[in-house]
Each structure stands twice: as structure tokens, then as C-alpha cells.
């Protein structure tokens, strides 16, 4: 444990977190008058990695079984995740300064390429809220269920950036979701699918 009770690999990956954040900072030194708007695009995409990142760490485990790096990821993952949900509001509050009224904001939200990214925010606000052990204790078998609220949000996400650009946004939607899609499916195969031994009597 060093500063404030935090281990060095915490500490060193909350550095690595941070690193896309301080690359956003550059481009708004200069004089371009769009380099604000185009925050929406890195922020959008690191929310958008760090949650596959870390959706990805039950289903290494389980393929890696027995190796130590998925349960290093297993067990930051939540950090990964909480820096995830702060990328998704730097995302947000680009977005809302960019529009500037509300009314420019309601114009816009019947838009499947809208509605699925605040849908996908507003589930991730009570999961994020609740990633600390107190949540965890006081919601008991409670914080499981709510935590499967990850996966519609992980869908809504990726038909979020799919349906960019008149849904042009498939191509890279698909390279960023496809291992986290290929884990799900293998975690549905090994839990459901497998055929089994026949049990001995
Ligand atoms: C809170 C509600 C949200 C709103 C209003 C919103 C809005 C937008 C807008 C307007 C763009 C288009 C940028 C452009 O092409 O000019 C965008 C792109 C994107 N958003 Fe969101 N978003 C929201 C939530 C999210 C969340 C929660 C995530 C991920 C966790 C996310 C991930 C992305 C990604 C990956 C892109 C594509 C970036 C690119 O073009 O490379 N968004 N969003």
C-alpha cells in the first residue's frame, strides 16, 4: 500500500487511464474553432474501449482459466470501468456545451444515433454509483442483477456508434465489439452449450 492506502499498480493504472484525457487537451490550445466538437469522437470512443475492456475480463478468466493476467484484469476492473463512465460524461458535457440550449438537445433526441447513447448513460449512472463494496454489502444478491444491466447498455453503445454517419459507423463498431461479442458467445457456449461428461452413479 503507498499513497492514501492505494497499490502501485492502481496508481499506475489510473496514469494509463488518464493518458487519452491529457492527449485531448493539445488540440484545444490551438485556433481551430471545431477542436471542441471534435472532443465528441476521442471521448466517445475511450468510454467506449475502457467498457469493452473491462466487460471482457469475466469472459478471459474463463477462457484463460488458471493464468494470472485475466485476473488482473478481473480485479481492476472496476476501475476501468469507473474511468469508462468518466469518459462517457466528458462525452456528455461536450455534447451539451456543443449544442448550447436545451431546445437544440430536444431536437435531437428522437434520433436512433441519440437516444441509444443517453439510454446507455442513464443505466450506466446507478451502475457506476454503486461500483464501491458499501453498494455492493448493502444491495446484497441485489447488486448481481442490477450489474446484468451492463449488457443492454453494451448493446445500446454499440448501436450508438453504429448508427453514426447515416450508420456508417458499423465498420469500427464492429472492430472494437467483435472480441467482446466473440467472449459472450464462447461464455454462452461454455455455460449452456458444452456437451458434459454423463454424470457417474
Ligand atoms: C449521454 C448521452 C450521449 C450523447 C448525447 C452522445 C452523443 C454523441 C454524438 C453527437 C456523437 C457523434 C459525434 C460526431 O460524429 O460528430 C457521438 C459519438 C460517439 N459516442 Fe456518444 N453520446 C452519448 C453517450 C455515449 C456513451 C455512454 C458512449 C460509450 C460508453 C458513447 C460512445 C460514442 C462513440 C464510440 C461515438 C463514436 C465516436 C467516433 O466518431 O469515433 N456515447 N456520441
Redesign the pocket.
Known sequence: MTISGYKPSTLILWGVLALPALGMIGPLLGDDPKAFRAL??PT??F??RF?IIGMMASGLMLLFRGRHWPRWLLHHRRDIEVA?FLY?LL??AV?LIDRGTMERVMEQLAQV??WT??L??LI?VPLAVTSNDAAQRWLRAGWKTMQRLAYPAAVL?LV??AA??DWG?WP?ALIHFGPLLALWAYRLWYWYLRPRAPAVA
Open positions: 465528441l469522437h466517445g470512443e468510454a467506449a467498457m469508462a462517457a462525452h456528455l455534447y444515433r441519440i447513447g443517453w446507455a448513460f450506466f453503445v450508438h456508434w453514426m454517419k459507423g469500427p
